[in-house]
């Protein structure tokens, strides 16, 4: 068989001569698995997310660039959920067939352009081209860095419920162009006060419930007091709300945090508490319904 | 929106039942990363593979139990390349839409045939359906235990060259079925006398030539010396040789290695002989010719 060039070998070779050195990695890059000397007091943090054509962008118009750092910034803004530092990554792309050599060098170019300003290595990866639509995959590997991980298990009744900015209608543009809160989230967390986080992925009405289950909590939220972005605004000419938007948009990755922040002049917003009845509501103009989950669930 | 049932939620409750505890994993599932506790005294070993339906595998023909374990052993064969002991994984599956829970518990149950024998842990993972085929993928971390990792840049002029099995005609089914030689790539790499090895995946005409690069010698194949698997011969009636087919065919995930393994009675063939000329030579019925990279490579 004759392999057209260029090819997979083309691209990894492009790919080794944009390497940059890190203090992780003893051995070069070029192995069927990448080294790593992980320092014995970091505990290691590891995810894994995926981006695919026509669900979380659409390759008709966004630039492979701009996919490239979503891909990469999803798993930053998990680093953030759990205030760690990231540290090494590894990602994989399924491209369509004849895709080309240059799109793929803007997707790897774009997984760079997030990672670089947190100094997170690229050490890997795995090309593979097919007769379907294009998949990236970034495996993040964080380190704790001297701040104990905060999970999703720790609210406990009386604590305030807090976000890190505005909320809603993401789908606008800000689903592909958001920035993940790690220095805000490991501010947050050096303070030992925050009890539980996790980051807006899925929606405040979807995201909530996985803390309120994993801490044996509820919660209350306050209407009047969750901030609405601008496009929840624009997009509530839709006939469904601000309020609905901001409650139950997903991509928003501003981060959702529990805990006694008061007095601490922190940069987040309260929105509700934490409470020790098992369920979540929602009070506005006065009146107490359920906070129903409404946010984006993937159907098998 | 309201969601269908099931969903991504009802297939990550159920993975979570089917967890296995794990020294490594001091925090338990169902946070943004897993938290993992690294022993400091092993270097981690981290690598991602892909399968792509219509290029690693066929969904209409093979099982997804057979996809999850391929998807897998792929990359447990990369830790054999290197000598390490499989640790922990994380996984993505991106699902054509309406493909059912049922069908996304068996690629998982699949994954979980093949990584339980070495104890390797999935911590984590990312679900999603699409209007698009199947990928699964998989990161893997391996631990050194004891054994420096064997690379593909320690081969020297003078050293044997082996393989672990016979090659060829994986297509016929072995491709779907082979076994990761992690035991035997321990067992070889604790004498000491490994010094550069690879899984081939792409064809001994392929993978070898990254050996002889990346330690900037030559080789020299000696054609009566390939093992050729009884799939190499059935297929050599389309044309192609058996040898063909030995030399050229991908994804026998059998180990290729360099060194110095004579009168130590280990279960490896030799091949051929590494030389200090940048070039590679086989050597047929007494004729030399040179040897072209012929396997498998994907077109971008």
Known sequence: MIVAMPGEFDFIEWVRSQHKPSAFVPVPQGDDLAVIRWLADDLLLIGV????????????IHS?????????????????????????AVTTAALPRGIGLDYAKELYLGLRDAADPFDCTIVGGDTGSWDGKLVLTV????????????????????DGIYVTGPLGGSILGRHMTFEPRIALARELAATGRVTAMIDLSDGLSRDLPHICRQSGVGAVIEAERVPIHADALTLSQDGRSQLDHAL????????????????????????????SRAEILLTREGKTEALTAAGWEHRL
């Open 139 to 158: 495996t993040i590997l964080g380190r704790s860095g001297d701040i104990q991980p905060i999970t999703r298990s720790g609210a406990k009744a009386g």
């Open 49 to 60: 997310d995926q981006v695919l054509d026509g669900v979380h962008f659409d390759s008709k």
């Open 248 to 275: 139950n948009d997903g991509e928003d990755h501003e981060l959702l945090l529990t805990g006694r922040l008061e007095g601490l002049g922190l940069p987040v917003t309260r929105v509700g508490k934490i409470t």
């Open 64 to 88: 492979p660039r701009s996919i490239g750092r979503k891909a990469m910034n999803r798993n930053l803004s998990d680093c953030a959920a759990m205030a760690c530092v990231p540290a090494v």
